[in-house]
């Protein structure tokens, strides 16, 4: 029997096939394809490897749309309620199309998919289901840093997961779901510091005045056997002005910078010899308007030549191990002539004052010309922007030994929005 264009597409999007572990099949009502409306079709599908008859999916099974008949598929979009698309791949002849990426737990999923039949005559079809939670499963948490609030234009942003990720493919679904969003948009990239720790910086500096703002979409998604991210708390950064304090150990002096204008030179004193203070940038990690600082925390035996125990006033710390700059107004002789401290910065009780208002967390101290050496980029305070851009991106699931640039995901950010 011959059929019109019309009965036709009405067969071919009455055979098409959405399989999650099992296939259904349905379609619009009226015969004409291009009515399809959106439909919970739930309980329209049955589904392998659930218990006890459940009509949700398993999360595990990949998302398959088969055409038969004479119909091809032209085009399928899978989204969740989060907004979150599934990546898949449509085969050469139209007949197949399959979820590449996973499908988050506990979600609720709307399917459309685009057709046409043999005399090319289009047709649609939207279907709506949701997957279940599995019944075994270990929690991915992430906890962004630093807190919420107000830095400087060398912060890093920190994501602290409470299990450890070390295959590579797996790093790589953690980090294509932790989004930094900035407003300028600038190019960034998140690096592995170790299986649990990961920190994201841009290219260069924050702008002044840029407002980041970082959250997950990993609640649901699966990582790798039995693992499935949770929910995360977003973060929100502010940054202020660009304050860039330069200190030049061989000349005895430090350069403040805001915003690019040089506004203050003050005189110093950094690292003796076996004492000699880290070249490189530092990011200012907080302030203390008082510390007492005794040698024996960082070593130096008491009571021998180098022991100390002295009350410190306005000390702005740049790394765990307890280098600061501070007042240091024993050695005001010889600031501006000669480096003779423990590693510290030292300068007078007014201009560590005036530093220690100026100066923010989240700002950049940088360390020229020392003997000393380089800082570290983890592990004793932020050190990440000692590695180059290029080391940076190696650290990277995603970017590593891809061509330096923006991605397609990047090139969207930057457009102009709004936070």
């Known amino acids: 029997m011959n059929h019109s264009p019309r009965t036709r597409t009405v067969v071919s999007c009455t055979l098409l096939v959405i ?13 004409n394809p291009l009515a399809a409306k959106p439909y919970d079709a739930t309980d329209q599908l049955s589904f392998k490897g659930l218990k006890g008859g459940a009509k949700k999916a398993d999360p595990d099974k990949a998302l398959e749309v088969t055409a038969e008949d004479d119909g091809r598929i032209t085009d399928v979009t899978a989204t969740d309620a989060a907004g979150r ?8 002849d139209g007949t197949r199309w399959h979820s590449t990426s996973p499908l988050a737990a506990n979600a609720h999923y709307t399917v459309r998919v ?3 039949d043999g005399d090319g005559a289009p047709g649609r079809k939207v279907l709506t289901f949701d997957t279940s939670i599995p019944t075994t499963k270990k929690r991915l948490d992430v906890k962004f840093g630093p807190d919420s609030g107000d830095y400087g ?11 450890p990720v070390k295959d590579r493919t797996q790093r790589a679904i953690v980090e294509r779901a932790l ?24 290219k260069d500096y924050w702008p002044a005045h840029t407002t980041v703002q970082v959250h997950s979409n990993l609640d ?3 990582v790798g056997d039995r693992l499935w991210g949770a929910k ?11 304050i860039i304090a330069v200190t030049d150990a061989s000349a005895h002096s430090m350069t403040v910078y805001k915003n690019g204008d040089d506004i203050r030179e003050l005189p110093v004193t950094t690292g003796k010899p076996g004492f000699e203070t880290r070249n490189g940038v530092k990011v200012v990690l907080g302030k203390q308007s008082f510390v007492r600082m005794r040698s024996a925390t960082v070593g130096i035996a008491e009571g021998s030549a180098d022991s100390y125990d002295l009350p410190v006033y306005w000390a702005t710390r740049l790394t765990w191990s307890g280098e600061y700059v501070h007042a240091a107004p024993w050695s005001v002789g010889s600031q501006g002539y000669a480096n003779v401290s423990h590693g510290c910065t030292g300068m007078s009780t007014g201009n560590a004052e005036w530093f220690f208002n100026t100066i923010h967390e989240g700002d950049v101290v940088k360390v020229v010309n020392s003997n000393g050496d380089t800082m570290e980029p983890f592990g004793n305070g932020f050190g990440d922007w000692n590695l180059a851009w290029k080391q940076w991106r190696q650290g990277s699931a ?10 397609p995901d990047d090139v969207a950010r930057l457009r102009p929005q709004s936070v």
């Open 179 to 202: 989004r930094v969003d900035s407003v300028p948009a600038v190019q960034g990239a998140w690096h592995w510091v170790d299986d649990k720790e990961l920190h994201y910086r841009p």
């Open 114 to 116: 685009s057709t046409e």
């Open 85 to 92: 698309f599934v990546a898949g791949e449509l085969s050469a």
């Open 153 to 163: 234009v060398g912060q890093p942003v920190t994501a602290q997961l409470n299990r």
């Open 398 to 407: 995603l970017v590593a030994g891809k061509p330096d640039g923006p991605s």
């Open 232 to 242: 995360s708390k977003p973060l929100k950064l502010t940054i202020g002005d660009s």
């Open 19 to 31: 399989a999650l572990g099992a296939g259904g099949t349905a379609c619009s009502s009226g015969g």
């Open 220 to 222: 649901g998604i699966k």
